[in-house]
């Protein structure tokens, strides 16, 4: 027992610059929770190295050059001046005790806040609104332990812009983040006034982001898990804060975790509609329990079952596009059989490139195009009609955002998995359409109007008939200008597109399951070999 006493007494008498392995850091709300980011680790940190979105570590050494951004790439540099991963050291001493995280996370933030004035900064992304949102909690964190002048007059500048309603994002995430940030600081240095314009405003970008059914109106489902957790988090700030929850929040909160089940698929990935890829796995949601269901911020979703066999569909209309939407109205999506079928582009970066901005256009969707007419963006489309009979679902979709109708129709049939798209355009046009299916089925058979395409065992078949006759002539590409699917970020991946001739109306089958899927007509109907058996249906769907 003297042996350890003497080391225990020089510790002290250092004054604590070493801890003991059981020295006790008090845990805080504001430096633990979800809002740490996975990577880099504290222990990464510490060595001058850094790496978000997957892409390569970047070292920036012991004195940190905050114009840093060597894969220029946007999202990189916002969430370098976030400042997330500097409280992500403060949170590991916390765990730890260990003085040498604390320092490390003052000198980076100190030399922020040094190098990085409102008038002058850095780099553009320093005072950009989302990562002052971002950044904010992280310098709150670091105020629970760490009591200087300079860090005060910092939060309460971020303070300041954050309650500018002039730079503030009305509806949309990053609006949640702000406010977040600003009731953070008006609850750590006591100043009602900031907390009570956070809520307020909360109030009214929740209904603006979060319609009536829980649907998300951003226009990407994927974001709705994001703002799930991001409003638990303000829930439980405003708790933590003293502060009621205001139930509108609370019930808008409850609801989108519905949408979010609707928007996922059976394989348990949400459907890559939008600034979306499909790599986004929801969990902890309980299942609701229609099958079908139709959101009108413009999304139809419909299933066979909740679970993993069953088949599954999308289909977009709604409001002209805004916020992380794509022009993909009238689009498809279908899944049968226990796979992926009839797929969307997805979603690439958010860099100022080519292929981001195609990603974005009608012709990296499943949609018709009006041949000979001009697009018109951020045209909204209306579903007019809908149907649900035994075993099956029908809808009908149409704008003008070709300048003349332009009308959809589509039958999912069930049990005998089939869907049968109608196609047609107003004023004397013709319409031609674009199927892109998943990346690993490749063409097996193209003659007569029917492509057929497989991965060795299982085929699909996409047939497509002018009345009750086969159209043929259709343009198949692997990659080349339409061929591509982005289903993680910054991936790009060669897929099967199919682009048909042009028609005054076109009708497409597809049919999963089957290279022989014999059509025949008559009586105004069509009748279809499926798999497991002959689908018969109206020629005009409706």
């Given at each position: 027992?003297?042996?350890?006493?003497?080391?225990?007494?020089?510790?002290?008498?250092?004054?604590?610059?070493?801890?003991?392995?059981?020295?006790?850091?008090?845990?805080?709300?504001?430096?633990?929770?979800?809002w740490?980011?996975?990577t880099?680790?504290?222990?990464?940190?510490?060595?001058?190295?850094?790496?978000?979105?997957?892409?390569?570590?970047?070292?920036?050494?012991?004195?940190?050059?905050?114009?840093t951004?060597?894969?220029?790439?946007?999202?990189?540099?916002?969430v370098?001046?976030?400042?997330?991963?500097?409280?992500?050291?403060v949170?590991?001493?916390?765990?730890?005790?260990?003085?040498?995280?604390?320092?490390?996370?003052?000198?980076?933030?100190?030399?922020?806040?040094?190098?990085?004035?409102?008038?002058?900064?850095?780099?553009?992304?320093?005072?950009?609104?989302?990562?002052?949102?971002?950044r904010?909690?992280?310098?709150?964190?670091?105020?629970?332990?760490?009591?200087?002048?300079?860090?005060?007059?910092?939060?309460?500048?971020?303070?300041?812009?954050?309650?500018?309603?002039?730079?503030?994002?009305?509806?949309h995430?990053?609006g949640?983040?702000?406010?977040?940030?600003?009731?953070?600081?008006?609850?750590?240095?006591?100043?009602?006034?900031?907390?009570?314009?956070?809520?307020?405003r909360?109030?009214?970008?929740?209904?603006?982001?979060?319609?009536s059914?829980?649907?998300?109106?951003e226009?990407?489902?994927?974001?709705?898990?994001?703002?799930?957790?991001?409003?638990k988090v303000?829930?439980d700030?405003?708790?933590?804060?003293?502060r009621?929850?205001?139930?509108?929040?609370?019930?808008?909160?409850?609801?989108?975790?519905?949408?979010?089940?609707?928007?996922?698929?059976?394989?348990?990935?949400?459907?890559?509609i939008?600034?979306?890829?499909?790599?986004?796995?929801p969990?902890?949601?309980?299942?609701?329990?229609?099958?079908?269901?139709?959101?009108?911020?413009?999304?139809v979703?419909?299933?066979?079952?909740?679970?993993?066999?069953?088949a599954?569909?999308?289909?977009?209309?709604?409001?002209?596009?805004?916020?992380?939407?794509?022009?993909?109205?009238?689009?498809?999506?279908?899944?049968?059989?226990?796979?992926?079928?009839?797929?969307?582009?997805?979603?690439?970066?958010?860099?100022?490139?080519?292929?981001?901005?195609?990603?974005m256009s009608?012709?990296?969707h499943?949609v018709?195009?009006?041949?000979?007419?001009?697009?018109?963006?951020?045209?909204?489309?209306?579903?007019?009609?809908?149907?649900?009979?035994?075993?099956?679902q029908r809808?009908?979709?149409?704008?003008?955002?070709?300048?003349v109708?332009?009308?959809?129709?589509?039958?999912v049939?069930?049990?005998?998995?089939?869907?049968?798209?109608?196609?047609?355009?107003?004023?004397?046009?013709?319409?031609?359409?674009?199927w892109?299916?998943?990346?690993?089925?490749?063409v097996?058979?193209?003659?007569g109007g029917?492509?057929?395409?497989?991965?060795?065992?299982?085929?699909?078949?996409?047939v497509?008939?002018?009345?009750?006759?086969?159209?043929?002539g259709?343009?198949?590409e692997?990659?080349?200008?339409?061929?591509?699917?982005?289903?993680?970020?910054?991936?790009?991946?060669?897929?099967?597109?199919?682009?048909?001739?042009?028609?005054?109306?076109?009708?497409?089958?597809?049919?999963?399951?089957t290279?022989?899927?014999?059509?025949?007509?008559?009586?105004?109907?069509?009748?279809?070999?499926?798999?497991?058996?002959?689908?018969?249906?109206?020629?005009?769907?409706?």
């Open positions: 027992m003297r042996r350890l006493a003497l080391p225990l007494a020089l510790l002290l008498a250092l004054g604590g610059l070493i801890h003991p392995a059981s020295a006790a850091v008090k845990r805080t709300p504001e430096c633990q929770g979800d740490l980011p996975a880099p680790t504290a222990a990464e940190v510490m060595k001058g190295e850094i790496s978000f979105l997957d892409l390569p570590p970047v070292k920036i050494g012991q004195d940190v050059n905050w114009r951004n060597p894969y220029n790439n946007r999202s990189w540099g916002m370098f001046h976030s400042l997330r991963w500097m409280g992500r050291l949170a590991e001493y916390e765990g730890n005790g260990e003085e040498r995280y604390l320092a490390r996370a003052t000198e980076i933030a100190k030399d922020w806040v040094k190098d990085n004035p409102r008038r002058g900064a850095a780099s553009p992304y320093a005072w950009a609104e989302h990562p002052i949102a971002l904010a909690p992280a310098l709150v964190c670091l105020s629970k332990h760490v009591k200087a002048s300079w860090l005060k007059d910092s939060l309460a500048e971020h303070a300041r812009v954050l309650a500018d309603d002039r730079l503030y994002e009305w509806g995430n990053h949640i983040d702000q406010d977040i940030a600003l009731l953070g600081i008006g609850c750590r240095l006591g100043d009602r006034r900031w907390q009570d314009h956070a809520i307020k909360l109030t009214k970008t929740v209904r603006l982001d979060i319609d059914q829980g649907a998300l109106m226009q990407a489902p994927r974001y709705a898990i994001y703002v799930h957790d991001r409003l303000a829930m700030n405003l708790k933590d804060c003293g009621k929850v205001p139930g509108e929040i609370s019930t808008r909160w409850g609801r989108l975790g519905g949408f979010i089940m609707h928007s996922t698929r059976p394989n348990g990935y949400m459907v890559p939008g600034d979306g890829g499909a790599d986004h796995e969990t902890g949601f309980p299942n609701p329990s229609d099958k079908v269901k139709v959101f009108k911020a413009g999304y979703y419909g299933r066979t079952a909740w679970k993993p066999e069953a599954f569909y999308s289909i977009r209309f709604g409001p002209g596009t805004k916020y992380h939407g794509h022009e993909d109205h009238l689009g498809v999506t279908y899944y049968a059989q226990g796979r992926d079928l009839l797929v969307d582009t997805g979603f690439h970066s958010y860099e100022s490139t080519r292929y981001r901005y195609w990603t009608p012709e990296a499943n018709p195009t009006v041949v000979g007419a001009r697009f018109r963006p951020r045209t909204a489309t209306r579903l007019e009609r809908t149907a649900y009979d035994k075993g099956r809808y009908r979709l149409t704008d003008k955002a070709y300048g109708s332009r009308t959809r129709s589509v039958l049939n069930h049990d005998q998995d089939v869907m049968a798209v109608l196609d047609t355009a107003g004023g004397g046009k013709k319409v031609r359409n674009i892109r299916f998943d990346p690993t089925l490749k097996v058979s193209n003659s029917k492509i057929v395409l497989g991965d060795g065992k299982f085929k699909v078949s996409l497509q008939l002018k009345g009750c006759s086969p159209v043929g259709q343009k198949v692997r990659g080349g200008e339409l061929g591509w699917v982005s289903p993680t970020y910054m991936s790009k991946n060669p897929a099967v597109a199919v682009v048909s001739p042009a028609e005054r109306s076109l009708l497409t089958v597809i049919v999963p399951g290279d022989q899927p014999k059509v025949s007509c008559g009586g105004g109907k069509v009748t279809v070999q499926a798999a497991d058996g002959p689908v018969t249906f109206k020629a005009s769907i409706f």
